[in-house]
């Protein structure tokens, strides 16, 4: 049996870096969904397409020629042979994506475009580590197993800091605050981690490492 393991939570618990690393240790390949939402966002401001005209982001998102590694040792995203693998992670597209994250249109279309990608990576490695929002609930409920990675306010918005200012000091900290919290209230239409859903392990990174979370997310796994 495949070996499928679904990571969910919010901005900066991290689901990226520790589903990376479990990855590459357990030699299964790695989805990054919200590289998808991501993606889809980059081209529609590269195209002018208007964030707030649900039917036309909804055709970008059907009609969009992506192409993304899932290799955990190199993650990177294309979009019509352009690599995006950094325009992605501007803060540009991470205040905007949540406009197409909610879009009702666009979730079932990368949904099912993320279910047919889970299989054929764990055809080819014999498993799956695939992080997101709703992996867990909605994409993969059916995973072998299911995390929901959380981490303090606090501690996600140093390790956010420290990723794009270089420092978890006060004003870096203050400077990230806004971004970070308004995405999380403005994804919380399509994720709540409140709670953990029934079956969904429940892993608090606050006061780990890197490492640490990794142990932690591959002791789950071992059960
Ligand atoms: P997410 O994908 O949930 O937004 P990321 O993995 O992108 O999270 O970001 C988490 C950042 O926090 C990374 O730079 C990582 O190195 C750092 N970090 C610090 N401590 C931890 C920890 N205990 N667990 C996971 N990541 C941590
Ligand atoms: O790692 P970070 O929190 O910065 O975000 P991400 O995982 O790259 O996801 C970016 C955005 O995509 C999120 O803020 C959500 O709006 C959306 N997303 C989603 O709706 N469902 C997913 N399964 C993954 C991401």
Redesign the pocket.
Known sequence: EPLTIAID???????????RAVAQRLGVGYLDT?AMYRAVTWWCLERGVDLADTAAVAEAARSLPLEQSTDPSSPAVSVGGTDVTEAIRTSEVSTAVSAVATNREVRPVLQALQRDLMARISDATGGVVA?GRDITTVVAPDARVRIL?T?SEE?RLR??S??LHGSADAAAVEATRDQVLRRDRQDSTVSQFEDAAEGVVLVD??D???E???EAVLDVVAG
């Open positions: 939570g919010p901005s900066g618990s991290g689901k990226s870096s520790v589903a919200g992080e990675l981490a501690a390790r956010r420290t990723e990174t606050s780990l490492t890197l640490g979370s990794i």
